[in-house]
């Protein structure tokens, strides 16, 4: 008998663009993918999303960071959402001095997929950074 997909799950986390927040949302992300049985994604999922919540945090005034998270068939889409389209985020060299400078990098590293989205056409008025992690097992 084949087996049955699991529906797919959608979560939205709300924080505050705070010098806090990017632990919280990787803490909160990390354990979403646990109970979702999603373990081996857990790592690479908290380290993606804290580079991607500091970025909004040192890069933007935005006052409020969304993350969508959904879960579907062991694959897990991460988007991180702020109010600021008009800052255009990519991936740079960093110097082996700098101190940061290589989420983007990171990113695309380690996420099966990623990119960066304007919301509302020709005048957008937020961005999200997005990513894919796959469960090994499904590749």
Known sequence: MPEVAEPACAYRLS???????PRVCRDAIA???????????????????S?????????TNTQLIHIDTLVRDRIATIAVRDGS???????RDAAPDEEGGRGLFLMQELAYAWGVTWEYGLR?????????LRDPLTE
């Open 85 to 91: 389209p008009d800052r255009h985020p990519y991936p």
């Open 31 to 49: 354990a979403l993918l646990q109970a979702n049985d999603l373990h081996d994604l857990a790592d690479t999922a908290k380290l993606l999303a």
């Open 124 to 132: 957008p008025t937020s961005k999200h950074i997005w990513f894919e």
């Open 51 to 59: 580079e991607a919540v500091t970025n909004v945090n040192q890069h």
């Open 15 to 21: 924080a505050p663009n705070s010098p806090k927040s």
